[in-house]
């Protein structure tokens, strides 16, 4: 059976831990080059050694995507590696829980600055490579928390998370005709590290077994009757990336178990 990503370069972001990371194996397990990029210079290593343990080409990137230069020096590290990028797949964020009457000035802008302008500064960087290419596809995570308001969540995270969407879909609109497809995913609750700010455990390591009351109660009226797992949400990005969705640019794709088909 042949690889679905055989020959390409994917450059992914927040690659050290959660859906970054198992978005990093997946590409790999399907024939990527990967670039395991991340703040988190640790984290990425890891998944890197896991990808060249298993025979995989990879290589490390440590980047805060707030910062545009880090990011412009990320994607020229690569280039200069690989000579291209067929795939962005851009995972990093963060998120935290704080009520709307909370959030301070700084709170705000941290949020904005890391979930959405770091997402504008990947698009500028990725956009001149791949407009040269004349290819490219590229998914942004946003959040289900864009599509219900997220009434659990910092409100700089829910309007982060909306914005993303509404870059995706600006983008798409641009640059499809010069070959590059853009699509974001919005996943709902992921069983990752990122949920330990939701159960103000912050500092601990955050264990599914050690919780799995916690996640029993807070999914009981989902249909599914639980939180998903980084590997479907690296599915469903996969999915977006790869050639088999080469007609599908400029869609919020919602990942959520049927959880927004009715009203709870």
């Known amino acids: ?3 679905r990503m055989e020959n390409k370069v994917a450059y992914i972001t927040g690659a050290g831990s959660g859906i970054g990371k198992a978005t990093a194996l ?9 670039i395991c990029a991340d703040y988190d210079e640790a984290g990425a290593k890891a998944t890197a050694d896991q990808i060249a343990k298993a025979g995989g080409q990879v290589m490390v990137s440590k980047v805060d995507i707030s910062n545009q230069d880090q990011v412009k020096a990320s994607i020229q590290e690569a280039l200069k590696k690989y000579g291209r990028i067929d795939v962005m797949i851009a995972a990093a964020g963060v998120g935290s829980n704080e009520k709307f ?12 600055k890391i979930n959405l302008t770091g997402n504008f500064y990947l698009l500028q960087a990725i956009h001149p490579v791949m407009r040269e290419q004349g290819a490219g596809s590229i998914v942004l995570f946003s959040s289900t928390a864009a599509y219900s308001g997220g009434t659990g969540m910092n409100p700089a995270y829910v309007a982060a998370k909306s914005g993303v969407n509404g ?9 499809t005709k010069e070959g590059i497809r853009v699509n974001t995913v919005m996943p709902s609750w992921v069983v990752t590290n990122f949920n330990k700010a939701a159960k103000d455990t912050d500092g ?3 264990d599914e077994k050690e ?3 916690w996640y029993k109660n807070g999914t009981a009226n989902w249909p599914m009757k639980r939180p998903s797992t980084p590997e479907e949400m690296a599915n469903a990005a996969f999915f977006l990336a790869s050639d088999e969705a080469s007609y599908i640019s400029g869609i919020n794709l919602l990942v959520a178990g049927a959880r927004y ?3 709870q």
Not at 26 to 34: D, H, P
Request: negative net charge; hydrophobic residues 45%; proline residues 0%.
């Open 204 to 206: 601990v390591a955050f």
């Open 1 to 3: 059976m042949a690889l």
């Open 26 to 34: 997946k590409c790999s397990q399907e024939g990527a080059t990967v």
């Open 167 to 175: 870059l995706s879909r600006h983008c798409a609109a641009l640059w």
């Open 211 to 213: 919780n799995q009351e």
């Open 101 to 112: 009457d909370d959030v301070s000035s700084e709170d705000w802008e941290k949020m904005i």
């Open 261 to 263: 088909v009715f009203n």
